[in-house]
């Protein structure tokens, strides 16, 4: 546990291990070793996604992404918390990709959303399967 607390947030990792299934969605695991993986394309979206974003047609709308945590809010009061994974597929969406992939703390539903634009201040997500366009922009002091 150690060597993860020195971690960068959001850093991929391989892990070792056991696990151990308790009861239905209870796992004990047992860590064993741990490897740096090497830095990909989608490692570097997603810590460009690490931050602040408001909605640019609804001041109200906005989401705080932490590591591979999205929390999301409205008027200022939390709505809802979606863990995140930027990959080159969602699904049966194979073709422009990259994919920002959100699924929910129970783990029931995901969500899939083309990266059209991310950089130091803008983030332009499409929806999938709709074709809505989301466009964000960054609070505070860019990443």
């Known amino acids: 546990m150690a060597e993860l607390t020195h971690l960068e947030i959001g850093r991929r990792v391989g892990l070792t291990g056991t696990r151990r299934d308790l009861y239905e969605g209870t796992a004990?695991?047992?860590?064993?070793g741990i490897s740096l993986l090497p830095v990909n394309r989608y490692d570097r979206i997603l810590k460009r996604l690490q931050g602040?974003?408001?909605?640019?047609?609804?001041p109200l709308d906005a989401f705080q992404v932490t590591g591979a945590e999205r929390v999301n809010?409205?008027?200022g009061?939390?709505?809802s918390v979606d863990y995140i994974s930027v990959q080159p597929e969602c699904g049966v969406l194979t073709t422009h990709?990259?994919?920002?992939?959100?699924?929910?703390e129970s783990g029931t539903g995901g969500l899939c959303y083309e990266?059209?634009?991310?950089?130091?201040?803008?983030?332009?997500?499409?929806y999938q399967?709709?074709?809505?366009?989301?466009?964000y922009s960054r609070e505070g002091t860019a990443q």
């Open 73 to 75: 809010a409205y008027a």
């Open 77 to 79: 009061a939390k709505t």
């Open 115 to 126: 990266i059209s634009k991310v950089s130091d201040n803008t983030l332009v997500l499409i």
């Open 52 to 58: 602040q974003w408001r909605s640019d047609s609804d």
């Open 129 to 135: 399967p709709r074709g809505r366009v989301l466009k």
């Open 28 to 32: 004990e695991v047992e860590l064993a």
């Open 97 to 104: 990709g990259p994919y920002l992939y959100a699924w929910d």
